[in-house]
């Protein structure tokens, strides 16, 4: 329970800094910028995360904030989350999960709707 609250804080902490606050600088009218993060539910020796890290990889080095949970490691974060198998991918935008999904494509996709 206690990594629960520390994760769940950890990523309002990382949403709130990443922009979901108003700008500093005058910016014109229009819709506030909102922070983007893909939580990666993964798991040691799993084919298809192993697969799919390359490409994950390069979602941090384009700017993107990937949160890795390794299911074996924490069984509870993915039993809160309904996880029961790997990989799973869930984009969360301005607090808000728009997709939960174990296809990264559609994550690349999703991500590309900014």
Known sequence: ????????CMV??????????????????????CATAVIAFLAPGCGGCLKDKPRVD??????????RVNIQ?????????????????????CGRVVVKTPNLDLVIQTLGKR
């Not at 206690?2 to 769940?8: D, G, M, R, T, Y």
């Not at 490691?73 to 935008?93: H, L, N, S, W």
């Open 12 to 33: 309002a902490t990382l949403l709130f800094v990443l922009g979901c606050s108003e700008p500093v600088s005058p910016t014109p009218p229009g819709p506030t910028p």
């Open 58 to 67: 390069a979602l941090e080095r384009q700017g993107y904030t990937v949160i």
């Open 73 to 93: 490691a924490d069984p509870e974060r993915a039993r809160r989350y309904g996880i029961t198998a790997v990989p799973v991918y869930i984009v969360v935008k």
């Open 1 to 8: 329970m206690k990594s629960l609250l520390v994760f769940l």
